[in-house]
C-alpha cells in the first residue's frame, strides 16, 4: 500500500501539542517538588470535575480510541455494553469501595490489602501492577506508532518517541498534579477530536447523516437480535457487560492508577462528584467512537475503498491523513497522540507511587522528602524507558492482535486481585494463605480456560478469574485458619463507623 505523506503543516500541528504538554508539566514542577504527598496526590487539592476528566482520560487510551471504532466498522456497537458497565459500578464503588480508601488516606490502593491482611499481600498487589503497567505502557505506546506509521510516511520510531519519551518528561517534570491537568485537556481534545473526526466524514458522504443511519439500519451496524445470541459470545451483550463489570472493578478499586485519583478531592462529596463525572463522560464518548466507525462504514462503502489487505487497524490515521486538509489532519493526529499519553502519564506515576510507597517505604524506610521526590523521578524515568524499551522491542517484531492480548492480560493479572480487594472488602471470614491462594488459582483458571478451544472471549475470561479468586480466597481459609488479625473498621460491616479504625501500618523512618 501506498504511504501518505506527512505534510509541514501537520508537523507543525503535532509539534504545537508536543510543547503545549511539556509546557504544563513544567508548570507545575515546583509544586510537585514539595514532597510526595504532593508528587503523588497533588496534596487533595484538585477538583472534582477535573480529576473525572482525569479518571475518563487515564482509562481512555490509544486502544479505545482507534480499536472501538474498528471494531463497529467491522461489526456493531455491541461493545458499548462495556460503557454502560462503567456507569453501572460507580454505586457500588461509592457505597463499598472508595470509603475504605478515603478512610485510610492512602497513597497506595495496595495499603488497604496491608490493613486488611498482611503486608506480603500488599507487595504482591503492588508489584503485579507494576508488572502490568509496564507492558501496558509499551502497548500503548506501540498501538499509535503501528496505525500511524502504517499509512504515513513517518518512521516508527521517530513516532515512539515523540509519543513516549515526550511524556516521560512531562510526568517527571510535573508530578500528579501535571498528570491530572495534562489528562483534562487531552480529554477534552479526545472528544473534540472524535466529533470532528464524524462531522467531517459525513460531510464527505453523499446523503450526509441520512445515508449513515440507512447503512447502520440495513446491514446491522448498530444493536440487532444478534448480539443477544450466546453461540457468538464475543460479541454478546450479556458476557460483554458482565465481563466489563469485572474488568471495571479491577481498574477502578484494584489499579493504582485510577485509585490514586480518589485522593486527589479533598472530601469524599468530592470523590463522588469525579467519579458521576467519570461516568457521564463515558456515555457520551461511547455514541462519539462507535458513531466513528459507523461513519467509516458508510463512507469507505460510498465515497472510496480501501486499499487491497488493508489492515483495518489502522482506519482512523488512514481517513485522517487521505481525507482531512493539512494542519486539521495534524491536530487529529495529535489526538491519537493524546489517548497514549493521558495513559502513559498515569501508568509512569503510579507505578512510581508503587515502587516508592509499597516498596521502598515500607521495606527499606522513607527519608527526607526532597529525596523522596528525586526518587520517585527516577523511578518515572527507569519505568518509561523500560516501557519505551519494550515498545521499540514490539515494533521491530511486528506484533499484532494486541486488543484481546490486553484484555486477555486483565483478565489473568488484574481481575483476580480485584477479587482479593471484594473479598477482603465484603467478608471477615478470609485470611493472607486464602487471598494469596486464591490470586494464584485466579490467574491459573484464567490462563487455562482462555485456552480452552482455541481461546474463550476475554470477557469470559475476566468473569470466571474474578469469582475463582473471590471463592478460593474465601474457602481455603475455612480448611487453612490463620492468626487472627484486627479487621475492625475494614469490612462492609462496620463501614458507616468513622472513628473505629486507625491505620496500623508502619513505615521505617
Not at 50 to 79: H, N, R
Not at 181 to 189: E, V
Request: some cysteine; proline content about 3%; charged content about 10%.
Amino acid at each position: 500500500m501506498q504511504q501518505v505523506g506527512f505534510g509541514t503543516w501537520n508537523w507543525v500541528a503535532v509539534i504545537v501539542y508536543l510543547v503545549l504538554m511539556l509546557l504544563v508539566g513544567a508548570y507545575f514542577t515546583k509544586r510537585a517538588s514539595q514532597n510526595t504527598d504532593s508528587f503523588f496526590t497533588a496534596s487533595g487539592r484538585l477538583p472534582s470535575w477535573a480529576v473525572g476528566f482525569s479518571i475518563y482520560a487515564t482509562t481512555l487510551s490509544a486502544i479505545t480510541f482507534m480499536s472501538t471504532p474498528e471494531k463497529a466498522f467491522l461489526t456493531d456497537w455491541s461493545y458499548i455494553a462495556g460503557n454502560i458497565a462503567i456507569v453501572a459500578i460507580i454505586p457500588l464503588l461509592i457505597y463499598f469501595y472508595v470509603p475504605f480508601f478515603k478512610k485510610l488516606k492512602v497513597t497506595s490502593a495496595y495499603e488497604y490489602l496491608e490493613a486488611r491482611f498482611r503486608p506480603s499481600v500488599r507487595v504482591i498487589g503492588s508489584l503485579l501492577f507494576v508488572l502490568f503497567h509496564l507492558g501496558r505502557v509499551a502497548i500503548v505506546i506501540y498501538l499509535p506508532t503501528l496505525a500511524i506509521t502504517a499509512v504515513s510516511d513517518l518512521n516508527p520510531y521517530v513516532v515512539a518517541s515523540l509519543v513516549g519519551i515526550l511524556c516521560i518528561l512531562y510526568t517527571f517534570l510535573g508530578g500528579f498534579e501535571g498528570v491530572v491537568w495534562s489528562d483534562f485537556i487531552q480529554g477534552i481534545i479526545l472528544l473534540g477530536g472524535a466529533a470532528a473526526i464524524i462531522i467531517l466524514g459525513i460531510i464527505h458522504i453523499k446523503g450526509g447523516m441520512g445515508t449513515v443511519v440507512t447503512d447502520a439500519l440495513d446491514h446491522k451496524k448498530l444493536i440487532s437480535a444478534d448480539n443477544w445470541k450466546f453461540n457468538t459470545a464475543a460479541a454478546a451483550i450479556p458476557i460483554i457487560f458482565l465481563g466489563n463489570i469485572f474488568n471495571n472493578l479491577h481498574q477502578y478499586t484494584a489499579s493504582q492508577d485510577v485509585v490514586q485519583r480518589y485522593q486527589a478531592s479533598e472530601s469524599m462529596s468530592e470523590t463522588k462528584k469525579s467519579l458521576w463525572m467519570n461516568g457521564v463522560l463515558a456515555l457520551i464518548s461511547a455514541p462519539l467512537f462507535y458513531g466513528m466507525g459507523t461513519m467509516l462504514y458508510s463512507f469507505y462503502t460510498h465515497e472510496s475503498a480501501l486499499p487491497e489487505g488493508f489492515n483495518t487497524s489502522s482506519i482512523v490515521p488512514y481517513l485522517i491523513l487521505t481525507e482531512m486538509p493539512p494542519f486539521i489532519a495534524g491536530l487529529l493526529i495529535a489526538t491519537i497522540f493524546a489517548a497514549a499519553q493521558s495513559t502513559i502519564s498515569s501508568s509512569l506515576n503510579s507505578i512510581s507511587a508503587c515502587l516508592s510507597v509499597d516498596i521502598k517505604h515500607r521495606i527499606f524506610g522513607k527519608g527526607k522528602e526532597k529525596d523522596e521526590v528525586t526518587f520517585a523521578r527516577w523511578m518515572i524515568i527507569l519505568s518509561g524507558l523500560f516501557g519505551f524499551g519494550m515498545s521499540i522491542y514490539l515494533i521491530a517484531s511486528d506484533s499484532n492482535d494486541l486488543w484481546d492480548l490486553f484484555l486477555l492480560i486483565t483478565g489473568l493479572v488484574g481481575v483476580p486481585l480485584a477479587g482479593v480487594f471484594a473479598v477482603g472488602i465484603f467478608t471477615k471470614r478470609t485470611n493472607t494463605l486464602g487471598v494469596i491462594c486464591g490470586l494464584a488459582l485466579g490467574i491459573i483458571f484464567a490462563y487455562i480456560f482462555n485456552g480452552i478451544g482455541g481461546g474463550n472471549s476475554p470477557f469470559f475470561v475476566s468473569i470466571i478469574s474474578f469469582l475463582v479468586a473471590f471463592i478460593f480466597s474465601y474457602l481455603i481459609r475455612i480448611v487453612i485458619p490463620d492468626k487472627k488479625k484486627d479487621i475492625v473498621g475494614l469490612t462492609i460491616f462496620d463501614i458507616k463507623e468513622k472513628s473505629n479504625y486507625v491505620s496500623k501500618i508502619h513505615v521505617k523512618k
